[in-house]
């Protein structure tokens, strides 16, 4: 009677939507083990006390009406003064647009850039939202297969065969949710030479730029003055904020884009605005102390190198070593496993311990994985990794 739009169908974010699977393990008295959710809130990670006191300081100094659509001049200003500081090309407070989350910049971005039916090239294995936005606007995606092999790399051949008549644009992440994987400045700049040739936008995931193990984030924005790149960021990752909801978008390079940018902007007009306290934390969090970072850093590394270590010593599993973020990308490959999303919920429903499929994600056609988050402490993840060690072997 009240059907709901047909392109809805294809929307889906596999992160959350195991979790009803969960929910339902969780009721029959078992004890889950979520290694599912890319919050670091949910550990023993906390947010920055400046960056609280900030906000708390914002509500109570009364800001708690709307802000301007794109955002706080203060959030503004901060932002492009630490993007002209990574090297980032022509930004200015105008080319900053502060969002209800990345997730929110993204959205706007394919909105305000792509007919129904024209494409993008997005990364496969890839953060599912650039899916099902893709989807929800009725625009189609281009899988371009990130290469396990050579540490969850790109192809720039492979990029430059798809690129069809329609495609406006190219996604990238680096680091790379789900795979961990990071990008050189050759890669990047092979990158940017594509979209230089075939004039697309390039939309560059940043929200793990500062979150990599040995090698320093390469920004695209700094590694062209001609083609246009728009970054996402926000606090939600390396600030420990994901509830305050605050992202933005930046537009590198501006004056390539600026019917772009005002298309972006009544989109932003219509929305009203981010949350506006929460905005007040964005100048303090880039310009305040940073050592929450390397500390972060710290722990995650050993988390990192333990479940590399585990994943890889269990038969019919690997694993590549993320180079950053806190997701690693684990291969399944036992006989007889064909479908993953079967095998992660068989495992939750076991064990207690809950993946996301590969395929949620995306994938080469044939190979089967699952993501993990290794955000929890080391016992959590050791005790996990034995969990699913008795299970795979008692399978074999
Ligand atoms: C690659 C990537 N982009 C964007 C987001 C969304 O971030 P936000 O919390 O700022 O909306 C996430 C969240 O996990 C992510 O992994």
Redesign the pocket.
Known sequence: MFKPASRIENVRYAIRNIVAEAQKVAATGKEILYLNV?DPLKFDFKTPPHLVEAVHRAMVDGHNGYAPSAGIPEAGRAIAAEAEKKGMHGVGPDDVVVTT????A?ELVLTALLEPGESVLLPSPN?P?YDAVVAKIGARSIPYYLDEARGWSLDLAEIEAKVGPDTRAIVV?SPN?PTGGWYDKDVLSGLLDIARRKKLVVLS?E??DRLTYDKPHVSLGSLATDVPVIS?N?L?KAYLA?GW?I?WMIFCNPRLTPELRRAVQRLADARLCSPTPAQYAVAPALEGPQDHIPEMMKRLRVRRDLTVRRLNSIPGLSCVEPAGAFYAMARLQIPGVVDDEAWVVDLVRRTGVLFVHGSGFGQRPGTQHFRVVFLPPPEVLDRAFDLVEQYVRARR
Do not use: H, K, M, P
């Open positions: 890319g989350g990345a997730s929110e993204i953060y939202l992440g949710n995931d929200i793990y996402f926000g939600s994901c909801r992202g």
